[in-house]
């Protein structure tokens, strides 16, 4: 890794960090201060719940809930940052919305806390994005975030009572939407030397064509008898 990548590299890290960073803090002081803040999580269909919208992705249950995710948040985060950073901070921003608030319309009467929503929309935004641009790095990265999170897809179904699936589900659909959405922007397909020196001979015997079309060649034909 050279100097540019290692910086684009950090810098790539820094929101993914921060938000991380910002959750550990939040549960120490809750765990520190014996402190309980899922009041502040999503409350569907209540206006008093709606304020879980913004807070509800800095709030855990448990060290384990904490570990499961920040993990993921880091890896994807960093990727789509380093990879997306025309509108990584605008996608990023976007997923959080998108996610919380759909939960908040449609989700089940229970306190919804948690970043795993923000997990599955850069998971579903990294998945589809890669193969819509058709560029192959992209692509690469596609591969290589199924292989590792690939299992998670089954988090959008309500198989365990206790997890909110809705938070998964709503995520997944914005991080789709988003990949759909910013598809003419930041990285694209890239054209090979080879692909533009075809478009070119193809536009010069159209131009061609066209010349012939509009001045006909005039053919002359000349008739000489035979002298014996």
């Known amino acids: 890794m050279d100097k540019l990548e290692k910086h684009q590299f950090l810098n790539s890290l820094v929101y993914p960090f921060i938000f991380v960073f910002t959750i550990v803090v939040i549960f120490f002081i809750e765990v520190i201060f014996e402190i309980n803040l899922s009041n502040y999580g999503i409350y569907p269909r209540n206006f008093s719940g709606l304020k879980g919208v913004l807070f509800a992705p800095f709030l855990h ?10 993990i993921p948040l880091l ?5 789509l940052f380093y990879f997306y950073k025309e509108i990584a901070l605008k996608v990023f921003l976007w997923i959080f919305l998108m996610g919380g608030f759909w939960t908040w319309v449609s989700a089940r009467e229970a306190m919804h806390i948690g970043a795993s929503g923000v997990i599955y929309g850069l ?23 199924v292989f590792i999170y690939g299992s998670m897809i089954w988090g959008i179904f309500p198989i365990k009572k206790h997890i909110s699936f809705e938070s998964h589900f709503w995520g997944f659909v914005a991080g789709l939407i988003l990949a759909i959405y910013y598809r003419k922007q930041g990285p694209q397909k890239k054209v090979h030397h080879w692909e533009e020196d075809d478009d070119d001979d193809d536009e010069d015997e159209d131009e061609a064509d066209s010349n012939i079309d509009k001045n006909p060649i005039e053919i002359t034909y000349i008739f000489k008898e035979n002298k014996e």
Do not use: K, Y
């Open 123 to 145: 998971f579903s935004f990294l998945l589809i994005s890669g193969f819509i641009r058709r560029n192959i790095q992209l692509i690469a990265i596609s591969f290589f975030v």
């Open 61 to 70: 249950g448990d060290a384990s809930h904490l570990i499961n995710n920040a």
């Open 75 to 79: 890896i994807l985060g960093t990727t």
